[in-house]
């Protein structure tokens, strides 16, 4: 009789998201059984296809259900937690999901055995931060060390890529207003590509070397939120004039925000906005993980190109 190769099995908490669906998709092609834990299964339907029949499976699993998480991760050899919100639903949301969610499934992964444990994160982590996403971020970090220390903690910065709800959006006001509004203009990012933070998920899920640590991603330029407006405005073709909006109406439009169900800026993503998201000296990054990060000049304006006139199709020439 021929021997049957045992597949290894990897539940991503998150995996329909944004990022989670470049980490399914390279979780499989490393012929991983992929568990897509999340808390709307019919949402996962369309990751399906990055696999073979069977392959990739959407499952029923909130974080704040400790019975859910413990069947999403039975069996498992890898777990990857990428769950995170910008803003809250509920009131809580923040902390029930991104600081107590992250510690339920770390806990439940070590007592169940499972090897490895990728916790994505956010640079501006940190208990005193003065913003709710930045101190339940860091909670969260807490108490994934505590219950599983050997587990991989990765901090991106902004997050660029074909799906983004950054460079897509701005874009989409460059088209449709008469100026671009600047918030907090000086404050300095380090974007990294959604498919090189994939590739540090992998790394962490697959080297032998990183157990335990803490790696901050960004990409391998520095620019100011100011300059990435521009870039927007040029790559777009829109001209507009940038206006630097006053902070008082910023922050009462923030606040009435918060009401709708999608708000574009809340008060604490304001807050958020006054601290530079870059990696810090001396942390180790995309580098020491062996990848080499794509520049946003190499891949946005490839997906931005819808936002100029014409849907970005070149102009007719005459023979």
């Known amino acids: 009789m021929r021997g049957t190769t045992v597949r290894k099995v990897a539940t991503v908490f998150g995996g329909t998201g944004f990022i989670g669906r470049y980490v399914v998709q390279r979780l499989a092609s490393l012929d991983y059984v992929v568990r897509i834990a999340t808390s709307h299964p019919s949402a996962g339907g369309f990751l ?3 696999g073979r ?4 499976v959407p499952l029923a699993a909130s974080l704040t259900e400790p019975g ?21 639903r509920k009131p809580g949301d923040f ?32 208990l005193e931060s003065p913003s709710q996403y930045g101190r339940t971020k860091a909670a969260g970090e ?12 990765l901090r ?23 100026f671009m509004p600047v ?10 590509y959604v498919g090189d933070v994939a590739d540090a998920v992998v790394a962490a899920a697959t080297r032998d070397d990183v157990a335990g640590q803490t790696y901050e991603l960004g990409g391998p330029r520095v620019i100011s939120f100011r300059e990435l407006l521009r870039f927007i405005l040029d790559t777009t073709g829109h001209r507009r004039p940038m206006v630097d909006m006053p902070d008082g109406l910023v922050r009462l439009q923030a606040r009435l925000s918060e009401y709708l169900p999608n708000p574009p800026l809340t008060r604490d993503q304001l807050v958020m906005l006054q601290k530079d ?15 080499s990060p794509k520049s946003v000049e190499a891949v946005v304006p490839g997906y931005l190109a819808r936002f100029r006139s014409g849907g970005g199709r070149r102009p007719a020439t005459a023979n």
């Open 183 to 192: 918030v907090a203009g000086a404050t300095r990012f380090q974007p990294v």
């Open 48 to 50: 399906q296809t990055q």
């Open 95 to 126: 902390q029930r999901l991104q600081a107590e969610g992250a510690g339920t499934v770390a806990r439940i992964a070590a007592e169940a055995g499972v090897e490895r444990l990728v916790q994505v994160s956010a640079i501006g982590a940190d």
């Open 53 to 56: 029949v069977g392959q990739i």
């Open 277 to 291: 998201n870059v990696v810090a000296a001396g942390m180790p990054g995309l580098a020491a993980l062996g990848i």
């Open 142 to 153: 807490a108490a994934v060390r505590a219950a599983f220390p050997g587990a991989v903690i």
């Open 68 to 88: 859910a998480v413990a069947r999403a991760v039975a069996g498992a050899d890898l777990v990857v937690n990428l769950v995170g919100i910008l803003h809250e």
């Open 156 to 178: 991106p910065s902004i997050v660029f890529g074909p799906e983004d709800q950054f460079f897509n959006r701005f874009a989409g006001m460059a088209r449709l207003l008469p």
